[in-house]
């Protein structure tokens, strides 16, 4: 559930759409895709559950950008940021935490990186 709402989150953004359209995707981009695209990956999480319920999850996501010149890439890297800090939708709460810069030498591709922690509590009933 967690992974839909911040697919969405993402996809769904304005400033987003006019950067790279609807080119959001999972862990890597397909081939022959055109730039600007995003990739995204949960990278760890914790949870404190109880009987009733999951608990507060946290999970912690690395959300590239990437361009074919690190302006194009960092670009779009700021208008991630700009719409995923401190949203606050349907049971969900995101929380910028930091940047990462990278070169991608086997695809000559800049990832302009950020990550952020999700936090959320749903019932076992959802």
Known sequence: MIEQVFAAALSSNPAIQAICGTRVYPLVVPTDSPMPAITYRFV????K?????YG???????????????????????????????YSQNGVFISFLQTIDDFDHEVLQY?????????????KEQ
């Open 49 to 53: 559950a109880t009987v009733d319920t």
């Open 44 to 47: 760890g999480g914790s949870s």
């Open 56 to 86: 507060t999850q946290r999970s912690r996501v690395e959300v590239s950008c990437w361009g074919n010149s690190y302006g194009d890439a960092v670009t779009l890297r700021t208008a991630v940021i700009g719409a995923l800090s401190q």
């Open 111 to 123: 990832p302009a990186s950020a990550e952020f922690y999700i936090f959320s509590n749903f019932s």
